[in-house]
Nanobody, 121 residues
């Protein structure tokens, strides 16, 4: 059973950067696809992007292109979501989700516990 543990959220000043981490355990992860989602208060869960094929392919939802970067550290079974130039509208709970790579959250089979990112203006 895959377990995903997230870290790295917190209070960030607008214009700064934050890097979220998602550590996986429970199987081998050489070609394991991983997605990132976020959910702001009162809003639906949004697909940020995903990474697959050992980190060779990354895709982003259009609204997240430019400031968001997904990467993978294969040696440590860790995936990252880097957010640069954070804005107050980035305030949300961010989730890593494993087992798929598309934008439909129901297709994912494993979820991290979520990490809160709060951006102060």
């Amino acid at each position: 059973q895959v377990q995903l543990v997230e870290s790295g959220g917190g209070l960030v000043q607008a214009g700064g950067s934050v890097r979220l981490a998602c550590v996986a355990s429970g199987r081998t992860f050489s070609n394991y696809p991983m997605g990132w989602f976020r959910q702001a208060p009162g809003k639906e869960r949004e697909f940020v992007g995903s990474i697959r094929w050992g980190g060779q392919i990354t895709v982003y939802e259009d609204s997240f292109k430019g400031r968001f970067t997904i990467s993978k550290d294969s040696a440590n079974n860790t995936w990252y979501l880097q957010i640069n130039d954070v804005k107050p509208e980035d305030t949300a709970v961010y989730y890593c989700a494993g087992g798929h790579y598309n934008r439909r959250w129901l297709d994912y089979t494993a979820w991290g516990q979520g990490t809160q990112v709060t951006v102060s203006s």
